[in-house]
């Protein structure tokens, strides 16, 4: 076990290194407690929901492993995130899929659901002081069988997906009035083609105009917020998705230039080409939109939603949001699910590495490095950037974590072993 001592120590010794690179440590500490990040429940089932019936996973999403303990209900996930939230330092939200329903035996379709069928969550939320997202649920269901939802040419399916998203909506801003906070009611479908389409054009066609009847009842930004998630491809939408970047790019622009000026842009770190990185986009979207909300994941060869790790691509993430000075206008939500292992502890380690790579980016010398570029010297540049990464920010991290009353470095172990002999191996 880590001694306070020893953290702290090694936190002075770290803060006087910073400090020669212009970095007030006691700064980044305080900014990184006010960022919020979104953890996402469907890590703790393997996307599997709590519908009676019609859920699941479909539309290239996979989740993988047999690890004992999954919960059979809504309040046993509630409890396996407590755990999880209790060891995760900073500000958290809980993000959920329509597809988490509580629906105590009425047999309802997707489409009919009301803000009553998730008021466990409101209530619970509540208590623990924290915001919700909400998602539609667009996958996982017979009427998404075929892979076609919102851009589906029969109308009697399109319709059912449209109602589903409207109501989705409905019941996000009751959410975000109900706890205060703004809800994201985010929009992915996973709509395409195996093989390649004749007709790209006819489903891109039907995604718009259903968007459009979607998102055509505005509410308050205090309460709600709509944000629509491009993808690159999906196992069994290989050769074609209807919602692509260019898409929903070309969305965006349609939707503000009709005053609908508060929908963002998702970017998924998963939903790209495997040599594709999404901190590149960043700045050229801040650029003409006022925020954006970005998916932390982490794909292997392809979108496999693996659990997030401190590796190069969350870290180049965050440190360009850092370097555009837009942490106040991102949004961070994590999406990654893998059932192999202990499903808490997946949450616990891709929540700490998120974090751990915003504090990476906060007590980065940007100044440093601006002025050597601003000043044509791009060898400094290069220097400055190789030892920054260098930094001890590990150190001040544990830190963090002493100060956030949770347990620093890898001690928070002895917290799952307990809760898996206790709680888990029990439900198997």
Known sequence: ??????????????????????????????????????????????????????GGVSGGIMATGQFPGKPRNGDELRNDLDEALKLLPGKQKVNLHASYAELDGEDLGR????????????????????????????????LASDDLTLSHPDERVRRFWIDHCKVSRKIAADIGKALGKPCICNIWVPDGMKDMPADRMRYRKLLKDSLDEILAEKYDADVLIDAVECKLFGVGVESYTVGSHEFYMGYLAHAHAQGNTDLILTLDMGHFHPTETIADKISSLLTF???????????????????????????DVMREIKRADAFDRMYLATDF????????????????ATRRAVLAALLEPTAMIKKAENEKNYSDRLVLIEESRNLPYNAVWNKFCVNQGVPAGSD?????????????????
């Open 1 to 54: 076990m880590m001694k306070t001592e020893t953290i702290n120590k090694a936190y002075e010794a770290a803060k006087e290194v910073y400090a020669l690179y212009g970095i007030d440590t006691e700064a980044a500490l305080k900014q990184l407690a006010d960022i919020e990040l979104s953890l996402h429940c469907w890590q703790g089932d393997d996307v599997a929901g709590l519908e009676s019936s019609g």
């Open 111 to 142: 489409d009919q659901y009301e803000t009553r069928h998730f008021q466990k969550w409101i209530d619970w939320a509540k208590n623990k002081g924290i915001g919700l997202d909400f998602n539609p649920t667009c996958f996982g269901h017979e």
């Open 289 to 315: 939109y006022p925020k954006l909300l970005i998916h932390v994941s982490r794909p292997v060869k392809w979108d496999s939603d693996h659990v997030v790790v401190s590796d190069e691509s969350v870290q």
């Open 337 to 352: 699910f893998d059932g192999s292992i202990n499903r808490i502890s997946a949450w616990v380690v891709g929540l700490r």
């Open 412 to 428: 928070y172990l002895n917290d799952l072993h307990i809760y898996e002999r206790d709680v888990l191996q029990k439900r198997a």
